[in-house]
């Protein structure tokens, strides 16, 4: 594999792609989640929306195997796809995304690691954003109090409307050679890094190196583990009533908890994990932190202490 002569430059997280073998439990479970319809295709693919400016987030596919179908990632230019499509691992050459909402161009790669494939577009069309009610109400204090009186909050029971895909991690078999490549090749910069106890770092919270620009704390994560699987997918919604409107939601049509509601420590954002019926973890969150490039990166050791501050304790499978 030759060197990149640079490193790809991304501009944000976009889409991911998941394949199901019931298509009928996996869209029920993609509605009660929270995310829209946006286009289907008769080949067994749905593309679904949040109410942000993607055109999609998400890319349902039916299939005789459950499995993960990769993250998509928007390039700054066409320039870096024709670097991937020339130095990343069984790369593809430049093609483009024909039935998909907002077009675009693509290169798919492959994770020299663990053997996923990851997704590189460029020239896609942004959505118009849904006109959705969201609650802007303000809130009172104990000593400041911001709604005025006689004025209402009322909630209307709901999925927790997706906003936008916010990170996806995996689980890789080598934490070293994993992090050496992204670094590498991709304008990754590391928010969190989390060390075992012999002081060798395990897992690397990503952020996109964009100067100045305020970017999420993270976009992608991984850690070491014995074999690879895709840890989970994470959708901002709105906010914190909308968040715990969906818990119930999603627990009273009888699916799985995985973890939550709590409060993470490393990118403060209140998270709540959910099982959908194929077994893959789909996360809402809100409240994330936002950093630029000049934040230092952090370290700290493993344990149940720094992954959240409040909330029920973690559950083993959670950490498997």
């Given at each position: 594999?030759?060197?990149?002569?640079?490193?790809?430059?991304?501009?944000?997280?976009?889409?991911?792609?998941?394949?199901?073998?019931?298509?009928?439990?996996?869209?029920?479970?993609?509605?009660?989640?929270?995310?829209?319809?946006?286009?289907?295709?008769?080949?067994?693919?749905?593309?679904?929306?949040?109410?942000?400016?993607?055109?999609?987030?998400?890319?349902?596919?039916?299939?005789?195997?459950?499995?993960?179908?990769?993250?998509?990632?928007?390039?700054?230019s066409?320039?870096?796809?024709?670097?991937?499509?020339?130095?990343?691992?069984?790369?593809?050459?430049?093609?483009?995304?024909?039935?998909?909402?907002?077009?675009?161009?693509?290169?798919?790669?492959?994770?020299?690691?663990?053997?996923?494939?990851?997704?590189?577009?460029?020239?896609?069309?942004?959505?118009?954003?849904?006109?959705?009610?969201l609650?802007?109400?303000?809130?009172?204090?104990?000593?400041?109090?911001?709604?005025?009186?006689?004025?209402?909050?009322?909630?209307?029971?709901?999925?927790?409307?997706?906003?936008?895909?916010?990170?996806?991690?995996?689980?890789?078999?080598?934490?070293?050679?994993?992090?050496?490549?992204?670094?590498?090749?991709?304008?990754?910069?590391?928010?969190?890094?989390?060390?075992?106890?012999?002081?060798?770092?395990?897992?690397?919270?990503?952020?996109?190196?964009?100067?100045?620009?305020?970017?999420?704390?993270?976009?992608?994560?991984?850690?070491?583990?014995?074999?690879?699987?895709?840890?989970?997918s994470?959708?901002?919604?709105?906010d914190?009533?909308?968040?715990?409107?969906?818990?119930?939601?999603?627990?009273?049509?009888g699916?799985?908890?995985?973890?939550?509601?709590?409060?993470?420590?490393?990118?403060?954002?209140?998270?709540?994990?959910?099982?959908?019926?194929?077994?893959f973890?789909?996360?809402?969150?809100?409240?994330?932190?936002?950093?630029?490039?000049?934040?230092?990166?952090?370290?700290?050791?493993?344990?149940?202490?720094?992954?959240?501050?409040?909330?029920?304790?973690?559950?083993?499978?959670?950490?498997?």
């Amino acid at each position: 594999m030759a060197e990149a002569p640079r490193k790809i430059m991304l501009k944000h997280i976009a889409h991911v792609y998941y394949k199901y073998t019931d298509m009928d439990k996996a869209t029920t479970f993609l509605d009660d989640f929270g995310f829209t319809e946006e286009k289907k295709v008769s080949d067994g693919k749905i593309y679904y929306r949040g109410y942000g400016k993607e055109p999609w987030v998400l890319c349902a596919i039916k299939a005789d195997k459950a499995e993960f179908g990769g993250v998509g990632f928007a390039v700054e230019s066409e320039e870096d796809l024709r670097i991937a499509a020339e130095t990343l691992p069984k790369a593809t050459k430049i093609y483009e995304l024909d039935d998909a909402p907002g077009g675009g161009k693509c290169v798919t790669f492959y994770d020299p690691v663990d053997g996923y494939p990851m997704h590189l577009v460029y020239g896609q069309e942004s959505a118009q954003m849904l006109d959705i009610p969201l609650p802007h109400e303000p809130v009172n204090y104990p000593t400041e109090k911001n709604r005025p009186a006689n004025k209402f909050q009322r909630f209307q029971k709901r999925p927790a409307p997706v906003h936008k895909l916010g990170h996806f991690g995996v689980r890789t078999v080598s934490f070293a050679k994993s992090y050496k490549f992204y670094c590498d090749h991709f304008n990754f910069l590391a928010s969190d890094l989390i060390h075992d106890n012999e002081g060798i770092d395990r897992t690397v919270f990503f952020r996109l190196d964009r100067g100045d620009e305020e970017v999420d704390h993270h976009v992608f994560f991984f850690a070491e583990g014995r074999s690879y699987k895709v840890h989970h997918s994470s959708f901002e919604t709105h906010d914190f009533d909308t968040q715990v409107l969906g818990h119930d939601w999603l627990r009273e049509k009888g699916y799985k908890n995985c973890w939550g509601v709590g409060r993470h420590v490393l990118g403060s954002q209140i998270f709540d994990y959910w099982y959908d019926p194929h077994g893959f973890i789909m996360e809402h969150y809100v409240d994330g932190d936002l950093i630029t490039s000049s934040q230092p990166p952090h370290r700290s050791k493993a344990g149940p202490g720094s992954l959240h501050v409040w909330g029920p304790e973690v559950p083993g499978d959670f950490l498997d």
